[in-house]
């Protein structure tokens, strides 16, 4: 499980924050950018991994991280379509999770968990519940960005979020998911009034000078929004 939940959030680093608007434009450019994204994802498995680097079969596993992640991307782009785009966006992560779970089936999966001395980052690293909270806001946050987008493609109206609008629902949906990491559940009853009265003056003050769309104050965003956050937090709220 340790080597598992580092190479997942290497996975999820490396395609959503580290995969900017500049990587995002080359890789839909062709093999090249594709290339170059599976290749930060590789690196980002590499740094996560780094007490195994020792170990060949260490190598091999992240090399064929990055082939698989390659090929997917790269039959994403040239197959997918906005009509189909959020079964192709969810069958893509669920894809890239599989492969990412084969190391279950490999000899690291009974490797001993690393021992450093005492540090902060040390401490970070070697800590799962960290590791997890991390992967759990990077899919309410970033994930939840692009699913959104990719539900208003296939389903309702295509999607133009300005750069405002897609970090207000980051932020907002972080918000969500950090009051389940901190066990306040039962201030949602309070938080959650707060949260709507927050988006809507946001809207009614900020409306023309940040050219924020009508449906940004709708009660269908909110509820995209608040779903996506609250489906995130189901490993907090179980166990």
């Not at 082939?67 to 890239?96: E, N, R, V």
């Not at 389940?180 to 809507?200: D, E, G, H, M, Y």
Request: proline share 3%; with cysteine.
């Amino acid at each position: 499980m340790f080597i598992y939940l580092r190479l997942l959030l290497a996975h999820f680093i490396g395609d959503f924050p580290l995969q900017t608007n500049y990587i995002f434009k080359i890789k839909l450019k062709g093999i090249r950018g594709v290339a170059i994204h599976a290749l930060i994802v590789f690196l980002a498995g590499l740094f996560l991994s780094w007490p195994y680097l020792n170990l060949l079969f260490t190598w091999a596993f992240l090399f064929f991280i990055f082939i698989t992640h390659f090929i997917q991307d790269a039959m994403k782009i040239k197959y997918s379509t906005a009509k189909s785009s959020f079964w192709t966006y969810l069958l893509d992560q669920m894809s890239h999770v599989g492969i990412i779970s084969l190391v279950f089936f490999t000899s690291l999966v009974d490797v001993p968990d690393p021992v450093f001395t005492p540090n902060i980052f040390a401490q970070l690293y070697l800590n799962n519940n960290f590791i997890i909270y991390c992967i759990l806001m990077i899919v309410a946050t970033y994930n939840g960005y692009f699913l959104i987008r990719c539900f208003h493609d296939t389903f309702l109206d295509r999607a133009n979020y300005n750069s405002v609008e897609k970090w207000y629902g980051m932020i907002e949906r972080a918000t969500i998911v950090l009051m389940f990491i901190f066990k306040r559940s039962s201030l949602f009853l309070v938080i959650a009034p707060a949260l709507i009265t927050l988006r809507l003056s946001f809207y009614y003050f900020f409306k023309n000078k940040l050219t924020l769309q009508n449906d940004f104050a709708s009660l269908r965003e909110i509820l995209l929004s608040w779903s996506v956050a609250m489906i995130s937090s189901l490993p907090l709220m179980l166990f």
